[in-house]
């Protein structure tokens, strides 16, 4: 249902975004993973026409964004819930985007209940909404047109627990019917637990992507046992490279299986073994982008500061 082709885009001789291209399918929540200016927005901002790519294409049900007749009944878009119109009421921005997309009036009220907006809330001017509000706002916005396809950049931030458990249930009942969802989002449980299918950006390229079981299980085999060294000796001389960690566990390409049984012949019992994939995201994520994370262990002096 999304399609991005060979993405570029090029600012006063800096790329922000280089050689972007992947698919976001149908029936599927992919996430669209990447550390803070790796070039999620800017990408997402392409695929909708608010920024001209300097060269590559991205189409929305075989078709530019610019060329759908009535976008909103095709696409729902969020890609900055604070850029609503603050001196309007949450219902009369909905109430615009109904009129604008030929919608009946009735669906207004619809998507309040939907985002668990109130009526007190709705006739609030935005400026007085909280962030968790304006993303609710923003996915009504999103809904309204019941379109077949969602692109959604950050759509948790600002939301409470309660929250993200309620957008997650939402977009994942959407997949479900057949909706194509592309999600960005710094949470990365939260992409965990709903995406499908994941896509990581570090410096403006793409460094990975696929099925997020075939990405989590590269990540190799945990151990752990109290005679580490004598595991990690085992694994060596049975031709297994492993990783021995300053807490005495072993990290492994080798699979479970094969490293339960080196540890059987060499008479070492294990307290947990298991698939790499349980240590999550996070790890999978930072791994992926170390080139581009932002150094965090030292304090910034006074004039890097400024």
């Not at 009735?106 to 985002?115: M, P």
Request: with cysteine; glycine share 12%.
């Amino acid at each position: 249902m999304i399609t991005v082709e060979a993405l570029t885009k090029t600012y006063s001789g800096f790329t922000a975004v280089h050689d972007v291209s992947f698919t976001a399918r149908a029936g599927r929540v992919t996430g669209f993973l990447g550390p803070n200016g790796a070039g999620k927005s800017t990408t997402m901002r392409m695929m909708v026409g608010l920024t001209q790519p300097t060269t590559g294409s991205a189409t929305i049900k075989g078709r530019p964004f610019a060329d759908l007749p009535n976008p909103g009944l095709e696409v729902g878009v969020l890609l900055d819930a604070s850029a609503q119109h603050a001196g309007r009421t949450g219902r009369e921005i909905l109430g615009i985007a109904q009129r604008t997309m030929g919608l009946p009036k009735g669906r207004v009220d619809e998507l309040l209940h939907r985002v668990s907006l109130t009526d007190d809330e709705a006739e609030r001017r935005v400026r007085n909404y909280s962030l968790g509000m304006r993303q609710r706002l923003g996915i009504a916005t999103a809904l309204i047109g019941d379109p077949e396809v969602l692109i959604l950049d950050e759509p948790a931030n600002g939301l409470d627990p309660a929250g993200i458990r309620w957008m997650r249930d939402l977009l994942r009942d959407y997949a479900d019917q057949g909706g194509t969802v592309l999600l960005s989002s710094h949470l990365l449980h939260e992409i965990e637990v709903v995406a499908d299918d994941l896509v990581v950006i570090g410096n403006g390229r793409i460094v990975a992507q696929g099925t997020k079981s075939e990405l989590l299980a590269a990540a190799g085999t945990v151990v752990r046992t109290p005679r580490a060294r004598d595991l990690a000796h085992a694994l060596e001389v049975a031709g297994v490279a492993c990783t021995l960690g300053t807490d005495g566990t072993i990290r492994t390409d080798a699979d479970p299986g094969q490293v339960g049984e080196v540890a059987l012949a060499a008479g070492v019992p294990l307290v947990e073994l298991r698939s790499a994939d349980g240590a999550g995201l996070e790890e999978m994520f930072l791994e992926l982008t170390a080139a581009t994370q932002r150094e965090s262990g030292t304090a910034p002096t006074e004039k890097s500061a400024a």
